[in-house]
């Protein structure tokens, strides 16, 4: 989704898009990275199949999901990282206020949790603080989300780790960035390199995810490790 192809126009097309409340509830219903069905989203906004459908071809035509077909159903995601890093940022606006930050999101969440395919939350946040101070990540440019880039020890480790940097590299979409984080309003790490670090945790138990939310679970392996690893007390 690259909203400056759009102009002032599309920027507001995408706005309006998001912004009806049934669209938004489906929207971030999709945000712990499972397709859904148009039928499964309808429960979820509390809405007709028939409506959903209407409102699911108004997010489609603002390329914010995209639908995949499988035999009988056709299943709805969304468009891609950007999107979610967009869904992600309003909730820090959403929920911003100028007296101390005092956050009130469900502590399961707030612990670790999916952003589309990377790692949120505390976890995702002190990782994304570690990397950094231990000087494997660093940052590339001025731009806003910050951009960032392996050092030679960096991607040590990551291969140490079983990811192929290489091909984390060669995807579609950001390398890594940073991503706002709305429970923690501090940020973790986004991109394909994010989406890495999340297999990484998954796959060695570190984390267990939930099959019916965006909570991760961290496992007393994982505590353990990250420790270890990376000097993350959470």
Known sequence: MDVG???DGGV??????????????????????HARTSTELSAVAEISASTASAHLSRLRAARLVKVVAQGRHRYYGLAGPEVAAVLESLNVLAGGQHSAFA??????????????????GAVGVA????????????????????????????????AALGVDV????????????????????????????????LGVALRRNWL???????????????????????????
């Open 5 to 7: 192809d759009h102009g």
């Open 12 to 33: 507001a097309d995408i706005a309006a898009a998001i912004g009806e409340p049934v669209r938004a509830r489906m929207l971030y219903c999709l945000m712990d990275g």
């Open 103 to 120: 956050p009130s999101t469900p502590p399961r969440l707030r612990m670790a949790r999916t952003c589309y395919d990377h790692l949120a």
């Open 127 to 158: 990782l994304h603080d570690r990397l950094q101070a231990l000087a494997w990540l660093a940052p590339t440019g001025s731009a806003a989300p910050a951009a960032y880039e392996l050092t030679a020890q960096g991607a040590e480790v990551f």
């Open 166 to 197: 290489a091909s984390v590299r060669a995807q579609r979409r950001r390398f890594a960035c940073a991503c706002l984080d709305w429970s923690e309003r501090r940020p973790h790490l986004g991109g394909a390199l994010g989406a890495a670090l």
């Open 208 to 234: 267990t995810q939930d099959l019916d939310s965006r909570a991760l679970s961290l496992t007393s392996l994982g505590r353990r490790e990250l420790a270890s690893r990376f000097g993350a007390v959470v």
